[in-house]
C-alpha cells in the first residue's frame, strides 16, 4: 500500500491536526506548501492596493478593501490548488519519471485519477461561486484565468517559454480589482503592474526550472531554463522588474 506520509510534511501546521487519511488530498492541493497560494495572490493583492490608492478618498472603504482581499485570497488558492490538481492529473505518467514529482498522490497511486478530478470540480465550483461577489467588469478577467491556466502543462510540451504563459495567466488578477473598482477605464497603471508581474514570474520560474532540467531534458519538457546565458537572462528580467514595479508608485497627474 502506498505511504500516505510521502510527499507531505505532516507537520505542517494545516496539515497535522487533519486525519491521516486526508492527507494524499492535502499534497494534492499543496496545502502544506503554500508559497504557491502567496504567488498567485501577491499580484492580486498590489492590484489591489493600487486601485485602491487611485480611488478619491470619498469612495476609500477598509471594509470594501478587506472584504475584496478576502475572495481575492481564497480565489487564489483555490484556482492555485485546481491548478497544481490539473497539473498532475495530465502528467500522471510524467511525473512517475521525474525523480522530484515521483511520489506525488497521483502519480504514486495513492489518489485515482477519478477521485482528483472530482477534486478539481469541487474547487471550480468553489470559484465559481465567488464570481457572485464581483463586480461583471471583473468576470471577464477571470473566465479567461481559467482557460489559461488549463493550457499551461501542455505549454511544456508546446513552446520554449512556458514561464512567459505561466506569467500572463498567473498574473492576471492584477486586473480584478482594478476593475471591481474602477471599471475598464485608466487601464494604464494596472497595464505597467501587470507587466512587471510577468517578469518576475518569468525570473523565478526559471530558477524554479533548473532543479528539474536534467529530468526535463529526458522526457521532453521545455524551458527558459535550457537557454544559454540564465544569469544574464535573469538579471535583465529583474531590470525590467524594478522599472515596471516603480513607475506605478510615481505621482501621476491624471483624473483618477
Known sequence: MPD????????????????????????????????????????????????????????????????????????????????????????????????????RPVASGRISSASALSVLLCLLLLSASLLLLLPVHALWVLLLIIPGSALYPMMKRWVDAPQLWLGLTFNAGV???????????????????????????????????LQDIQDDEKTGIRSLAFGKGQSRWNNFVLFLLLLFLVYPSIPQESKY
Open 175 to 209: 486586473w480584478v480589482p482594478w476593475l471591481a473598482l474602477h471599471g475598464p477605464h485608466n487601464l494604464m497603471m494596472p497595464t505597467v503592474l501587470y507587466c512587471g508581474c510577468i517578469c518576475w514570474t518569468l525570473g523565478y520560474d526559471t530558477v524554479y526550472a
Open 4 to 103: 500516505v506520509t510521502s510527499d507531505i510534511n505532516p507537520r505542517h501546521l494545516l496539515v497535522r491536526y487533519l486525519p491521516v487519511g486526508w492527507w494524499p488530498y492535502a499534497a494534492l492541493s499543496r496545502l502544506d506548501r503554500p508559497t504557491g497560494t502567496y504567488l498567485a495572490f501577491l499580484p492580486a493583492f498590489m492590484g489591489l492596493n493600487l486601485a485602491t490608492f487611485y480611488l478619491p478618498a470619498s469612495q476609500k472603504s477598509f471594509q470594501e478593501w478587506l472584504m475584496l482581499g478576502l475572495v481575492l485570497f481564497i480565489g487564489a488558492w483555490a484556482m492555485r490548488s485546481a491548478g497544481c490538481i490539473w497539473n498532475d492529473w495530465l502528467d500522471r505518467d510524467l511525473d512517475k519519471k521525474v525523480a522530484r514529482t515521483k511520489n
